[in-house]
Every structure is written in structure tokens, then in C-alpha cells.
């Protein structure tokens, strides 16, 4: 889990800009010859029927509910037939450009697959923000600031080492991770800041808010790799520990970085010939965008309420239809 690299392209933006492209070289070529075409047309018309489409899933609930709320839509709303399949986000990425995944509803970064699948092999394209903010950082519970005041700056945390020592972690204090495919730099800023605290991976998102969760009800100590949007936000006011400021370039290498994360807009990512195909579900997937307090109420539905996919979807669905009504294509 790792940001895009800033704002980009709306999705249907993007997409036009892709076709028109290989319409040119088209035309370049010479259109009259035998060599099929590489796009269709620039306006590209949704096709009436959807079929199938298959998306990726993630492990971490923001990114179900993304996926309940396209899915639900895309089959009440388009008639598509829809199926979903797990897995960490670089087998997702490489699935994608295979083709036997249609699109990534929640895309955080990871420069190095957009290098190789967008730019280098062009299997791949970007398909618009989703609306959704990202932060990554590294928290403490609410009531470990009330108790040390100063804890929320990186400079002072080996001070409070102590606290945070566990019998995984001997003479260091615990810094818990969330699942270990979630793309972080932890390892390397405990080492290049020289702080007395070790990586552990709780397992899962799941367990890493149970974690959060305890130590705020029990008032034991606890810091740890977290992220919005993310549901328990809303719950627990979980304290933002202070990293050196982030500037552009200071995590080019991964091995040397010593700043915080930078904050981005996440974004979509679909199969080319997907996003080409005139696939209803692929305009739907282009359109849509929501804001973390929709995000969040849907995944509070889905991992804290124990509601299905379709469950949650529906609720939410129910009762905006004015946000999502200019997700799907028109009707011609």
C-alpha cells in the first residue's frame, strides 16, 4: 500500500487522450492499410450490453467498500456479471496487465509496476482518482498523549522506547506494521533515524485495529503504521506521530529514505483493452469518485457492522443516488 505520485488525469480524460493518441498513429501509418485498427473510434460508445468484468481485491477495507459500491452498481444498474478476486496489490498489477483482472479500484502508488505496465509495455492505463485522500504514517492512541505530551515527535520517541518493548522485540520498542504485502518504509526509517524501536507485523488491517483499539481501552502503549481513509479514524482520534517533513525526491531511494510519507490522491487502474473495450462497467469504473466520509461509512458497515458487500452497497447506494447517478452511462 504506497500513494501515486500526485494529482492525475480524470479517468475518462485519460482514456480519450489514449485512443486519440493511437488514432494518430493510425492515421500516421497510413488507415487504408491491412493493419487492424489499434483503437476504437474517439468516442468510443458504450456498448448496451456489459458482460463480464472482474475486479481486483485488496486487503484492507477501504478497498472493499469501493468495490461493494462498483460491483452492486454495475450489476443492479448495468446487468454485468461481476466477479472478485483476492489478492496482494503487485499479483493484482500483474493480473491486470494479463488480463485476467479488469481494474484496481484502489490504487496506492507503486511506481515501479506504472513504470513497467503503463509506460514500458502499455497494458495498463490510469483511470482516474478515486476522491479519496491518502495519508500514511505512524500513530499512538489518544491517551498516550494525554499522558506524554511530547510523544507525538519522532525526535523524542526513544526516550519512550521502554514503553513499547515486547517479548518479540527485547531492549527495542515495538513500531507494529499491518499486513506484510502493504508496501512501507519503516524498516528503513527506524535504521536511518537511528530509533531504538524493530518492525513487527500484525498480520492483517484487522488485527491492526484490534491493536489499536485494545490499547486505547486498556490505556497500554502502542505505535504503529496507519493510514486514512480508514474507518476506525472516526472511532478513535489516533495521534499523528511527527516523521521529518516530507520534501520531493526525499524517498527516491527506499533504502536511504528519513521523511514522512507524502499525503496523495489514489487513483484507479484498469486493463487497456478493458478501458477501450466500450464496457458500461468500464465508464462506471471511469466516473467513479466519492470522498473518504463515503468510504468510511461504507467500510464501517462492512467491518464493524458485519454487513455483506451487497448489504453495505445498498445502504449507501439508497441514499446518494445524486453522487453516484453520473457514475453509470447514459442512456441512449
Not at 92 to 117: F, M, P, T
Not at 130 to 152: A, L, S
Not at 284 to 293: M, P, R, V
Amino acid at each position: 500500500m504506497r500513494h501515486p505520485r500526485g494529482p492525475r488525469p480524470s479517468g475518462g480524460t485519460r482514456v480519450r487522450n489514449l485512443m486519440l493518441l493511437a488514432v494518430c498513429a493510425g492515421v500516421l501509418n497510413g488507415c487504408g492499410s491491412s493493419a487492424p485498427a489499434l483503437v476504437p473510434p474517439p468516442t468510443r460508445p458504450v456498448n448496451s450490453e456489459c458482460g463480464s468484468v472482474t475486479l481486483a481485491v485488496n486487503p484492507w477495507a477501504g478497498y472493499e467498500a469501493n468495490t461493494a459500491v462498483v460491483s452492486y452498481l454495475a450489476r443492479t444498474r448495468l446487468g454485468c456479471k461481476v466477479a472478485l478476486k483476492e489478492g496482494k496489490e503487485e499479483d493484482s498489477w500483474k493480473q491486470l496487465a494479463e488480463g485476467s483482472v479488469d481494474a484496481i479500484l484502489e490504487n496506492w502508488g507503486h511506481d515501479d509496476l506504472r513504470k513497467k505496465y503503463i509506460d514500458r509495455e502499455q497494458r495498463v492505463v490510469e483511470a482516474g482518482l478515486t476522491g479519496n485522500k491518502g495519508v500514511i504514517g505512524w500513530y499512538v492512541p489518544p491517551w498516550m498523549v494525554e499522558e506524554y505530551p511530547d510523544i507525538t515527535d519522532w525526535r523524542k520517541l526513544n526516550k519512550y522506547a521502554h514503553l513499547f518493548r515486547t517479548s518479540a522485540t527485547g531492549n527495542k520498542g515495538q513500531l507494529l506494521d499491518g499486513d506484510p504485502s502493504y508496501v512501507t518504509n519503516d524498516k528503513a526509517l527506524v535504521r536511518n533515524l537511528k530509533l531504538d524501536f524493530t518492525v513487527v507485523y500484525s498480520g492483517s488491517e484487522d488485527k491492526l485495529i484490534e491493536a489499536f483499539r485494545k490499547a486505547e481501552r486498556e490505556r497500554t502503549p502502542l505505535l504503529g503504521y496507519f493510514y486514512a481513509p480508514q474507518w476506525l479514524l472516526s472511532e478513535i482520534k489516533l495521534a499523528h506521530v511527527s516523521l521529518p517533513q516530507y520534501t520531493p525526491g526525499c524517498d527516491a531511494d527506499p533504502e536511504k529514505v528519513t521523511c514522512d510519507y507524502q499525503p496523495y490522491d489514489l487513483d484507479k487502474i484498469m486493463n487497456r483493452d478493458f478501458a477501450l473495450s466500450g464496457s458500461p462497467a468500464a465508464h462506471l469504473i471511469e466516473n467513479f469518485s466519492w470522498t473518504d466520509a463515503d468510504q468510511n461509512q461504507v467500510a464501517y458497515d462492512i467491518a464493524h457492522r458485519h454487513r455483506t458487500l451487497d448489504q453495505a452497497a445498498e445502504r449507501w447506494v439508497s441514499k446518494h443516488q445524486e453522487t453516484w447517478k453520473d457514475w453509470l452511462p447514459a442512456k441512449g
